[in-house]
């Protein structure tokens, strides 16, 4: 409705009479239209949210039944979930290496925890930051992004990732008090979990006073005030969460021509494996159910001769972790309920920490012009194949929750069950932006490796798509092997099989139609499957290109 003093402004303009009338309502029109037509053409926003060892323990997501997860749920019903995405490597630096600069692990060199800037590949290749801030984006980050950060990647950055709280005795940050040994003995990260507890008066066995920190020894260390869960400090990730919610909001006030690029990062549920009471609460210890475990389920599979020549702590980690927490509580069962429950009440926290992110921005004028990406850098096995850890080829480990959200493009409850990977992330986010996929400084970079998913997106029942019918996998192989692409382990991850070589010349394949759980390797069955396994040797050896394979040379059956 056109209020009197409008048409009085307009009628001065073009007169009073009929046609003059309908003279103004065009004018009208055409200046709502151009609006509309501004706001469209505007470059889109990007809100990437990003969890640290994040499985499938998402509600209605087909892990855990026991988990809670209702903001991330509620964003994977507003878009398209892509319930087969895959990492390049699952540990975090590689991977988030590999999702960040769109370049694969053996093309980079870059198999393990190494700052990827020190990586010629990788450091002479723009990162997903670099390629938006080059762009005129506003790029802003917070919280464990990339693994290693460099500042001058962001337009501004504000916390480094923290992987506390944990108990600290003023000189040492310590496992949780109430965790018994030989879990405990693995360390403040991996061997620690249990709710926030008042540490007034605990002591450690040399009687020093124990309080709870925040902090490293690189940006320094903060005491965290804990008396109760309604009487505390805020954890890492709440702040975080705080501060990306307030970003939003200023961003939605200043509404600005310039569009952004936000990032936050979540470290929960990676270890330690501590929260606020409250969530334990959620997830009684004697009402935990265990994930799907067959017994003996590692007889025919072949980790456990990956590590024997290699480094031994790196690659059967999982395999400790898992020993030391049935020694710790008695029995496998009983450690097993403890680390559930504590994953659960993790995934539980930190779903609350990307609920308020995501109130803030659907709760403002951005959401209409802001894709939204959440996503993990790998899985985590929950005592599968007797493993407690990341960094494996199978299922559990590789497979990551991604999800986004699209204005204009997707529609609410999208499924895609293609096979994706984190790869296909970078420029599928360029496409969907109208961005240069020219992500190269020179020529000692590298071009990206991935898939734009915009078909997938559109239409997540398309049957087929640009990008490969498969996704791959690398785990590092041990210092011995320094970094040379051919003596890695590898998988690849097709809509039905995965097939797994590792350098010593082991293969595992599955069948997921039949064995969703992977509990019966098939590489060494007489039949039809032997024809399945040599086509999943050459998806393999298609998929790494010219580089020739140590596992392929010391193959074991044929």
């Known amino acids: 409705m056109i209020d009197k003093k409008t048409k009085m402004k307009y009628a001065s303009r073009f007169g009073s009479g009929p046609l003059h009338l309908i003279g103004l309502f065009c004018c009208v029109l055409i200046s709502t239209a151009t609006s509309a037509q501004k706001q469209q053409s505007s470059p889109p926003n990007v809100l990437i949210i990003m969890i640290d060892d994040l499985n499938d323990c998402i509600t209605n997501w087909g892990g855990h039944a ?35 600069t769109g370049i694969y692990p053996h093309h980079s060199r870059n198999f393990y925890q190494a700052p990827w ?22 790029v802003k980050g917070s919280g464990k992004i990339m693994h290693h950060n460099k500042k001058e990647m962001w337009t501004h950055f504000e916390n480094p990732a923290d992987y506390s709280p944990t108990p600290f005795d003023s000189e040492n940050r310590l496992p949780h008090p109430d965790v018994p040994a030989p879990f405990s003995t693995i360390g403040w990260v991996d061997g620690s979990l249990g709710p926030f507890i008042n540490l007034e008066g605990r002591t450690t066995t040399e009687g020093k006073p124990l309080h709870w920190t925040t902090g490293n020894p690189k940006i320094g260390y903060k005491k965290m005030r804990y008396v109760n869960d309604q009487d505390r400090d805020p954890t890492p990730d709440e702040i975080n969460a705080q501060w990306a919610a307030t970003q939003l909001q200023l961003l939605a006030e200043e509404n600005s021509q310039q569009p952004f690029f936000l990032a936050v990062g979540f470290l929960r549920p990676h270890t330690p494996l501590v929260a606020p009471q409250k969530y334990f609460d959620r997830f009684p210890l004697d009402e935990i159910e265990l994930a799907v475990i067959q017994s003996e389920d590692t007889q025919d599979t072949h980790l456990k001769f990956a590590y024997k020549d290699g480094d031994v702590h790196a690659l059967r980690f999982g395999e400790e972790m898992f020993e030391a927490i049935t020694a710790a ?21 930190v779903d609350d920490n990307v609920g308020q992110v995501l109130d803030a921005l659907d709760n403002s004028s951005l959401k209409e012009n802001t894709i939204v990406v959440l996503s993990s850098d790998h899985g985590f096995h929950m005592g599968e194949k007797d493993y407690l850890y990341k960094n494996s080829l199978w299922e559990e480990s590789t497979r990551v929750p991604l999800m986004m959200r699209v204005p204009g493009l997707t529609k609410a409850g999208g499924e895609v069950h293609h096979t994706v990977s984190l790869i296909d992330l970078y420029p599928t986010l360029l496409d969907l932006c109208g961005l240069s996929a020219n992500t190269t400084k ?26 490969p019918k498969a996704a791959l996998s690398t785990v590092y192989a041990g210092d011995r092997f320094k970094s040379n692409p051919a003596d890695q382990h590898y998988a690849i991850c097709t809509n039905r099989y995965r097939y797994i070589l590792y350098n010593t010349g082991h293969e595992e394949l599955y069948d997921h139609k039949k064995d969703p759980y992977e509990w019966k390797n098939l590489a060494e069955q007489a039949g039809p499957y032997q024809r399945k396994k040599k086509q999943m040797r050459e998806r393999l050896k298609k998929k790494v290109g010219s580089i020739q394979l140590t596992g392929f040379a010391k193959l074991k059956n044929d």
């Open 117 to 138: 800037f020190k990586n010629e590949v990788l450091n002479n290749s723009r990162t997903l930051m670099e390629q938006f801030k080059g762009a005129g984006y506003n």
């Open 66 to 100: 026991q988990s809670l997860t209702p903001n991330m749920t509620k964003l994977a019903q507003s878009g398209v979930s892509f319930k087969r995405a895959y990492t390049p490597a699952p540990m975090c630096g590689p991977s988030r290496a590999s999702l960040f």
């Open 442 to 467: 020179n020529e000692k970079g590298h071009a990206l490796d991935g898939y734009s998913m915009r078909q997938l997106l559109k239409k997540p029942s398309t049957k087929h798509w640009k990008g």
């Open 329 to 349: 509580y008695g029995s496998t069962e009983a450690g097993l309920k403890k680390w559930t429950q504590a994953y659960l009440a993790c995934v539980a926290a």
